[in-house]
Structures are given as structure tokens and as C-alpha cells.
């Protein structure tokens, strides 16, 4: 996997609808840093993060240079989401510093849960080294600090698409689903195409990918769909997302597997040919480990497919930023300058040797961290990721992910699993997302 939250959103989206409505009543549960202090040196901060800390060693080397001592607290992604929104509402103290996931930066930034990081990092110097920044960004502000680069890239199985008898890659989405159907008639695969039907988050990135490389975008603005007509790239792509599992390209099971269960179970196994909206670097951290895969040297990264060419890869990143109820925000800045330098960031992914690793890390927001690991060999496929994240990463929401995301991306999941189970058609499942895009657009 390519995000250290694992990409397992499904409950907290659900948990968090008693919280979302309050958000779309507009109702703030903060309004300033209270008694936040500019101290800095010999200060105790807490990071909460949905994953293990950095090496102690790196943790010691900071403290030392700067006099701020770390306390690390491990939360599962979810229930971070959970506290984050739980602790901002009461207006509470929960961290000095902790996560900020793409998704949710509408609703911390509209509801002011967050100090506008340019207050305190030089966000303008950071932009050209990561690409994601403008995906941190709500009505003007920097929510938070991009930490990984996650971003959504089609995958091949190179050797069956050649058993195949394919010899050129497709570069079209026409020219890539006559690739699937033609592994499907030689007998290579049974279902070649692997789509995460379950209803869950997964599923909706699936789409938002799938609507890109139609040439689409999904909310404008004002948070009005994009997606509704039959002409839209929107409904194309469910339309055919839908058509793949129905004429047998994507396997039957699939209406009930997940993002990482169908990269896991299917693609590192072998059983189907490609993930049209996979993640970045699970080529070096699924597909080429003996341990979790049968296709080692198998896999490569396809510039996705579209109508007439390349299109864009949607952006899915974690950062991280500092709540305006943090006890020592100067403080948590520092570390999170620290915590995001290129060179840690090039160590925590293995530039430096195991010693340095943060586990579960290994795709850098930054591309000077990128061409290090590149530079190093630790990086399988690192000038292309490098190349995909500088030139054609971009925000699912380029105003950004409006307030109301998590409840918006519940009705696409659901709406599009209804669909693929036939219970209900793709019009009737993409009327039900318009109708709910519009709905809460208009409560915004």
C-alpha cells in the first residue's frame, strides 16, 4: 500500500455522518489557538499519527537539535478521523500535530480546526518541490502539509498481457479494455480487470480515477456534479466500470472486495491483469515482494489510460498540520519542517538503509526525496512515479475536497455498489449521487 492510513475509510465515513451534520449547518467547534504557546525549546509535544514513529535515533537527533521532546501517539486511521472531528467540536486539546488526509481539508479548513500552516512554514518555497501542496489548501489556506505522495496509477501485468499476444501497452481507455477482452478470449485470465466493488471508499477513488481519464471532472467550483447526463465523463465511467463487471472483464467476487484486497488477492496473485486505479508504489511494495506476491518482475506502472491519450492521476494524499487547540504550535511547525525535509523523508523510505525506515513509508511528497531514492535504486519504478507526481498529479477537487466529502463519497460508494449488484440501474445510481451532491451543496 501506498498510504500509511491503508486505505480502510469505510467506517469512519459512516461514523462521522453526527458530525458532518454539523458541519454542513456550518457550525464551528473552534475559534482560536487558545493558550498556544511560541516556546519552543525544552517543550513536550504529542503527534498523533496512524502509524509508528520514525526510529528513535531520528526522534533522539531532533530533540537534540531543537530541544523538543516527541511523544508519539499511534491511532488506526479511522479512529484519528474520529477523535480529530470529536476533540474540535468540544474544543478540546487532542495533539499538537496529527493527521490531515486530501478528503478532509474542506471540512478542517471551513470549520477553522487547523492553523494555516504559511504561518508558520514558508509554504510558497515548498511548492515547486511538492506537487501536492495545492491539494492542502482551503479558501486561501494551507490545512496541512502534504507527507506522503499517494496518488492513483494504472498497473499491468506485463507477461500476460504478452501471453496475450499484446505487444504495445494501450495508451487509450478504448485501446485498453480490447486489451482486456482479447486476454479474456485467449483463455490468459478468466477476469482480467480488477475494480473494488465493496462498498467503501476504495470504490469512489475508483470512479474519480476512471471519470479522469474520460476527461472529467467530478464536483465544479460550488460543489454542483459534473457527472449527471449520460454524456458526462462521469456517468461514462460508472457506465463502464458497471458494463466491465457484467460482461465478466472484472471477476463476480469483486462485488464485495476492497481496494487492498483486490491488490492483494488478485493482482499480486496473478488472477487479473491489471488495476486500472491502483496505488502509487505498490509495484516496489506488494507486486516485486516474493513474500506477498507470485508476480515478482511482472508489474509495471501504465501512464493511464484516456479518451485520447495519457490523462491525469488523482491525487489521495495524507499530510499533516497542527489544530488550532495545540498546546506548542511553534513547536509542532518545527517538527513537521523536520518530519517533511527531504532527506528524512528519502531515509524513511530506505535511502539510508533499514536502520533509518519508517515502516509502511516509502513514496515521498517531495521530488528532490523521490530523485534521492531514485538516485539510490531503493525505489522501483522512481523516475516514473517521480515523473507522474510532477507532471500529471492532480486534486480530485482542484477548489479542493468541499466540507461535506465524507457524506458525498458515502453516496458514491453506495450508490455505485447498488449499480454493480443490479438492484438498482446506473441511472438511477448516478441520479442518487447528483441529487446528493446537490443537496448538500446547497446546505454548504
Not at 156 to 169: R, S
Not at 305 to 317: D, K, L, Q, T, Y
Request: some cysteine; charged content about 10%.
Amino acid at each position: 500500500m501506498t498510504s500509511m492510513r491503508n486505505h480502510a475509510r469505510g467506517a469512519v465515513l459512516v461514523a462521522g455522518v453526527a458530525c458532518l451534520s454539523l458541519i454542513v449547518a456550518g457550525c464551528s467547534g473552534s475559534g482560536g489557538g487558545g493558550s498556544a504557546s511560541t516556546q519552543t525549546k525544552g517543550v513536550t509535544i504529542t503527534v498523533a499519527w496512524s502509524a509508528p514513529p520514525p526510529p528513535q535515533a531520528s526522534l533522539d537527533a531532533f530533540t537534540k537539535s531543537t530541544g523538543i521532546t516527541v511523544k508519539w501517539s499511534n491511532v488506526d486511521w479511522d479512529s484519528l478521523q474520529t477523535k480529530i472531528a470529536a476533540a474540535a467540536t468540544a474544543g478540546t486539546y487532542f495533539a499538537d500535530a496529527t493527521d490531515v488526509d486530501w478528503s478532509r481539508v474542506g471540512q478542517l479548513g471551513k470549520l477553522n480546526w487547523f492553523f494555516p500552516m504559511e504561518n508558520y512554514v514558508d509554504t510558497k518555497a515548498l511548492a515547486a518541490d511538492m506537487p501536492q501542496l495545492n491539494s492542502f489548501t482551503s479558501n486561501g489556506h494551507v490545512v496541512g502539509i502534504p507527507f506522503d505522495a499517494s496518488f492513483l496509477v494504472t498497473t499491468v501485468n506485463k507477461q500476460l498481457f504478452a501471453k496475450a499476444g499484446i505487444t504495445a501497452l494501450p495508451t487509450t481507455i478504448d485501446a485498453y479494455t480490447k486489451d482486456l477482452q482479447q486476454i479474456k478470449a485467449k483463455g490468459v485470465t478468466q477476469y482480467p480487470l480488477n475494480i473494488p466493488f465493496a462498498a467503501a471508499e476504495g470504490l469512489s477513488t475508483y470512479w474519480y480515477q476512471t471519470t479522469a481519464a474520460f476527461g472529467g471532472t467530478i464536483l465544479d467550483g460550488k460543489g454542483k456534479p459534473q457527472f449527471a447526463t449520460p454524456d458526462s465523463p462521469g456517468y461514462k465511467a460508472a457506465q463502464w466500470m458497471t458494463d466491465a463487471l457484467k460482461t465478466g472483464l472484472v471477476p463476480p467476487g469483486n462485488i464485495n472486495v476492497s481496494d487492498s484486497q483486490g491488490q492483494q488477492t488478485l493482482m499480486a496473485k496473478g488472477t487479473v491483469a491489471s488495476t486500472f486505479a491502483d496505488y502509487s508504489g505498490n509495484v516496489g511494495s506488494l507486486y516485486d515482494v516474493p513474500a506477498s506476491s507470485s508476480v515478482v518482475n511482472q508489474v509495471a506502472y501504465l501512464p493511464t489510460p484516456g479518451v485520447s491519450g495519457v490523462s491525469p492521476n488523482m491525487s489521495n494524499p495524507d499530510g499533516i498540520g497542527i489544530p488550532v487547540k495545540a498546546k506548542y504550535p511553534a513547536a509542532a511547525a518545527k517538527f513537521i519542517e523536520w518530519l517533511t525535509s527531504a532527506q528524512n523523508q528519502a531515509n524513511f523510505a530506505g535511502a539510508s538503509g533499514p536502520n533509518m525506515v519508517l515502516p509502511g513509508y516509502f513514496l515521498p511528497s517531495r521530488l528532490t526525496g523521490l530523485a534521492t531514492l531514485t538516485t539510490r535504486g531503493k525505489l522501483i519504478g522512481g523516475a516514473q512515479l517521480s515523473g507522474l507526481l510532477k507532471t500529471s498529479a492532480r486534486p480530485v477537487f482542484p477548489q479542493g475536497a468541499p466540507a461535506w466529502y465524507p457524506e458525498f463519497s458515502r453516496a458514491v460508494y453506495t450508490n455505485l455498489h447498488a449499480a454493480a449488484t443490479g438492484s438498482m440501474s446506473v441511472a438511477a445510481a448516478i441520479k442518487a449521487i447528483a441529487d446528493t451532491a446537490n443537496t448538500l451543496s446547497n446546505g454548504s
